[in-house]
């Protein structure tokens, strides 16, 4: 089977191909030939996440999913939540601003509480006679942010963020250990359990 999976962002890719493995074959945009940068205009992730799938669905008309995650930090009121990748400010994703602004914002802070929420928007296109399919998934990771980056692997504010029950942070475990515990591998493995008993 193939799908495509709304993202350019190569880390993303990977991380999801490596997950996926052999079970479908996952696109990206380039892949497809989608080079605009869809807009995220949703006030959730789950709107966020819809918004990027329909997009590639009626420009495509391919089967898609896309995910949108978001940290939420217990002490900031749920924030950066759905401003995650742009916490810092500006129009790029700059990930060390935005780790500097979150290590600034808890400075002094005992309550370092936090969590990694992803939610998938799926579309599949429909069979001959069926309604199109829509289905939200979401995977969610408690942890903790710690006072300063540790770890060289991962990418965003995997070196600040360590996951309940582990010693190191997401940049310190590594890729291995991260797909299997991480958010988005907990709302792929609910996608992909879904795919598997509807294909």
Known sequence: MKIVFATNNEHKLSEIRSILADSMEVLSLADIGCHVDIPETGNTLEENALQKAQYVYDHYHLSVFADDTGLEVNALGGAPGVHTARYAGGEGHDSEAN??????????VADRKARFRTAIALLLLPQEGEQPVQKLFEGVVEGEITTEKRGEKGFGYDPVFKPEGYDGTFAELGVDVKNHISHRARAVKKLCEYLKRNQ
Do not use: A, D, F, M
């Open 99 to 108: 780790t500097r602004k979150l290590l600034r914002e808890l400075s002094g």
